[in-house]
């Protein structure tokens, strides 16, 4: 409700303040999840709130928690449920992948070594294959966590990744990251909207 009230402080006097306005949204605003619990994604796809998935999730991780989602949204009467599945990937485009590589590889070995103290390490050694020494950029390129590249190579395996998730309804790209340069940055974003985006 906007119920408004007045107040005579010591220091501030006002009238008609309203304390609770109602949501630009009805009956509310949108409300998303981040969670890989199946009680909480169940929850989510019978209330209808959208479904976060981080970019560390592959596709089989995904493609499960959908699968939940759908089945709880619809049996709650909810029409196409995967519109609310939101998925996050770290994409970048350029000319090759070796260009993308060479522009991202320093910036973002520098960013694991502030990462691996955060603990994301831990859950990165999780999901890769076991490897010898410390974990890099080139590991988890070689383990396709960066969608990079040109233009169709990376299309054509967001579409493959797509299909092997299950659908969704939204792809977030990780960005505000520091990496390769600010010109090479809005390059890629560019190539992705005009190249990348009608594809998909």
């Known amino acids: 409700s906007n119920e408004q009230f007045n107040w005579d402080g010591k220091y501030w006097p006002a ?13 509310h605003m949108p409300i998303a999840i981040a969670s890989t619990t199946d009680a909480t994604i169940q929850m989510a796809g019978e209330r209808g709130y959208i479904s976060l998935s981080a970019y560390l999730e592959p596709a089989s991780g995904i493609k499960k928690k959908a699968d939940t989602y759908a089945r709880a949204a619809r049996a709650a009467g909810r029409k196409d449920p995967l519109k609310n599945l939101t998925v996050a990937r770290l994409i970048y485009l350029s000319d090759s ?69 299950g659908g969704f309804g939204t792809l977030l790209l990780v960005t505000g990251k520091d990496w390769a340069t600010r010109e090479k940055r809005h390059r890629s974003l560019r190539l992705f909207m005009e190249h990348v985006a009608p594809k998909l």
């Not at 009238?15 to 009956?27: E, R, S, W």
């Not at 590889?105 to 050694?125: F, H, P, S, V, W």
């Not at 890099?136 to 969608?147: P, R």
């Open 15 to 27: 009238k008609d303040i309203v304390a609770t306005p109602t949501p630009y949204n009805k009956p």
């Open 97 to 165: 992948v070796k260009d993308a590589a060479d522009d991202l590889r320093a910036d973002i070995n520098y960013e694991m070594g502030y990462q691996k103290a955060r603990g994301l390490m831990r859950i990165i050694k999780d999901i890769l294959p076991p490897t010898a020494g410390e974990i890099g950029f080139d590991d988890l390129l070689d383990a396709g966590f960066y969608y990079i590249g040109d233009p169709d190579s990376v299309a054509k395996r967001l579409q493959e990744f797509y299909e092997a998730s």
